[in-house]
């Protein structure tokens, strides 16, 4: 049973434009929440992280959006660079525990 | 300061056949976490180490088993191969226990069953 869904596989922006990555959560005990990136052959780097406590967190050029009612987060990049194409996961754990769970990716591809 | 590695990169093996894959943490940090990568999908959380002891397990058989030594290295090991183990495992060490510390990821040995 996933309970971390990302429905989009793949999305593709112009460099400069705005990129919108999209993650739904099942489970409401889930209260931390994270945004990976990962290159090839190399492992998932972190990007950045909310609080269920918060619905906005900014970090430069990436934003992630919390809306708890809707079990819904996304992150978006302003602006998009080409060094942003990337798998992005996202991940959430439960206020119990130390385990992540992970969508399925989205593979971003920004064209020059 | 080194970060996470992971050896061997690429494995084949085949059915039936036991596994071990070893996990470098970062400097100064206590805790491992291992994930199953499937093709197309996310990872997948398998056991978590801390302070040489399993710090929570994931929805995996017995046959994952693992070791964390007192350096804070890590092995993974999968007894009884099956098709399906196919896939990229990934360690990740982190300052904690907690969800709260980052964890950095290392590349991943990529497992083949054939």
């Known amino acids: 049973d996933q309970q971390v869904k990302q429905n989009s596989p793949s999305l593709s922006v112009q460099e400069g434009r705005i990129s919108i990555l999209n993650c739904d959560y099942t489970n409401s005990m889930f209260d931390y929440f994270l945004w990976y990136k990962k290159y090839p052959a190399e492992g998932p780097t972190f990007l950045i992280s909310i609080s269920s406590i918060k619905d906005k967190n900014e970090d430069g050029r990436f934003t992630v959006f919390l809306n708890k009612s809707a079990k819904h987060l996304s992150l978006h990049i302003v602006p998009s660079q080409p060094g942003d194409s990337a798998v992005y996961f996202c991940?959430?754990?439960?206020?119990?525990?130390?385990?992540?769970?992970f969508g399925t990716g989205t593979s971003l591809t920004v064209i020059p | 300061e080194t970060g996470v590695t992971q050896s061997p990169t690429h494995l084949i093996k085949t059915r039936g056949q036991q596994v071990t894959l070893r996990c470098s943490s970062q400097?100064?940090?206590?805790?491992v976490s291992w994930y199953q990568q499937a093709l197309g999908q996310g990872p997948q959380f398998i056991f978590q180490?801390?302070?040489?002891?399993?710090?929570g397990r994931g929805n995996f058989p017995p046959r994952f088993s693992g070791l964390q030594f007192p350096n804070y290295s890590s092995e993974l090991n999968v007894n009884a191969l099956e098709l399906d183990d196919s896939a990229l495992y990934l360690c990740a060490s982190s300052l904690g226990p907690s969800s709260y510390n980052e964890q950095f990821f290392g590349p991943g040995t990529r497992l083949t069953v054939l």
């Open positions: 991940a959430a754990s439960p206020n119990t525990g130390n385990q992540f769970y």
């Open positions: 400097s100064g940090h206590n805790t």
């Open positions: 180490y801390y302070r040489e002891e399993e710090n």
